[in-house]
């Protein structure tokens, strides 16, 4: 595993709500950057992080008839905030991370170019990617697949709050079931939801692998990392 793109979900690391900070289990986010701080001495690390626990266009967006390409652009600037905030935790861990942005906002978040992507990574630093892809229309996970091809990933991990691809929504159906591998058509085929058509397609034309997994089960990432069964693979 030369390098690996880490799709995070502003849920999972900062909880949910107006009042996100105070539903935090700074615990649960420490252990991640303890987890990514050993892993960075083997590999290069880039993170995509989300912005759901601030606001998400497909719930608040629809609830307030907010048009989506307002509703989208309000949810990337939620995930500079979640970027800032992870930044800072890796700093307090004494760790370099550099917040880079699909658009830039003055002595905050600089732009993302291949030049400050290859800078980064000669110099050993955890790169934050926020604000999506910057376009309306597209989910960070699309956007983990698109920064992944960037910093010369092949593999993503979508960590989140299942323990990998289901047959049906298992918060719905007791009865779902895991699908530990599966391959991008068969994803596509059954229109699996737990990340969208858009973002596989993308995956299987460059061949980046999947693997989703839950990033609340105990020291997830070094799973990810070193349990071939650990989640869901698709590929």
């Given at each position: 595993?030369?390098?690996?793109?880490?799709?995070?979900?502003?849920?999972?690391?900062?909880?949910?709500?107006?009042?996100?900070?105070?539903?935090?289990?700074?615990?649960?986010?420490?252990?991640?950057?303890?987890?990514?701080?050993?892993?960075?001495?083997?590999?290069?690390?880039?993170?995509?992080?989300?912005?759901?626990?601030?606001?998400?266009?497909?719930?608040?967006?629809?609830?307030?008839?907010?048009?989506?390409?307002?509703?989208?652009?309000?949810?990337?600037?939620?995930?500079?905030?979640?970027g800032l905030l992870l930044q800072d935790f890796?700093?307090?861990?004494?760790?370099?991370?550099?917040?880079?942005?699909?658009?830039?906002?003055?002595?905050?978040?600089?732009?993302?170019?291949?030049?400050?992507?290859?800078?980064?990574?000669?110099?050993?630093?955890?790169?934050?990617?926020?604000?999506?892809?910057?376009?309306?229309?597209?989910?960070?996970?699309?956007?983990?697949?698109?920064?992944?091809?960037?910093?010369?990933?092949?593999?993503?991990?979508?960590?989140?709050?299942?323990?990998?691809?289901?047959?049906?929504?298992?918060?719905?159906?007791?009865?779902?079931?895991?699908?530990?591998?599966?391959?991008?058509?068969?994803?596509?085929?059954?229109?699996?939801?737990?990340?969208?058509?858009?973002?596989?397609?993308?995956?299987?034309?460059?061949?980046?692998?999947?693997?989703?997994?839950?990033?609340?089960?105990?020291?997830?990432?070094?799973?990810?990392?070193?349990?071939?069964?650990?989640?869901?693979?698709?590929?």
């Amino acid at each position: 595993m030369n390098s690996v793109l880490i799709k995070l979900s502003g849920e999972c690391l900062f909880g949910k709500g107006v009042s996100a900070a105070d539903n935090a289990n700074y615990q649960h986010i420490q252990s991640i950057v303890d987890q990514i701080k050993v892993l960075k001495q083997s590999c290069k690390i880039g993170i995509v992080i989300g912005g759901g626990n601030f606001f998400r266009a497909s719930r608040q967006g629809v609830a307030l008839g907010i048009r989506q390409p307002v509703a989208d652009f309000v949810g990337m600037l939620a995930t500079v905030m979640n970027g800032l905030l992870l930044q800072d935790f890796f700093a307090r861990s004494g760790v370099v991370a550099e917040v880079l942005g699909a658009f830039e906002i003055s002595g905050v978040v600089q732009n993302i170019s291949n030049q400050r992507i290859e800078a980064a990574q000669v110099d050993g630093k955890i790169i934050i990617f926020v604000g999506g892809t910057g376009n309306p229309f597209f989910t960070t996970d699309t956007c983990a697949v698109l920064r992944a091809l960037q910093i010369g990933a092949k593999l993503v991990w979508k960590a989140t709050n299942v323990d990998g691809v289901y047959d049906f929504d298992p918060n719905k159906n007791l009865n779902a079931k895991i699908l530990k591998r599966l391959s991008y058509s068969q994803f596509m085929a059954q229109d699996l939801k737990v990340m969208d058509l858009t973002s596989i397609s993308l995956a299987q034309k460059y061949g980046v692998k999947i693997k989703v997994f839950n990033v609340f089960t105990k020291n997830a990432l070094f799973n990810a990392a070193n349990d071939v069964n650990f989640g869901s693979s698709i590929e």
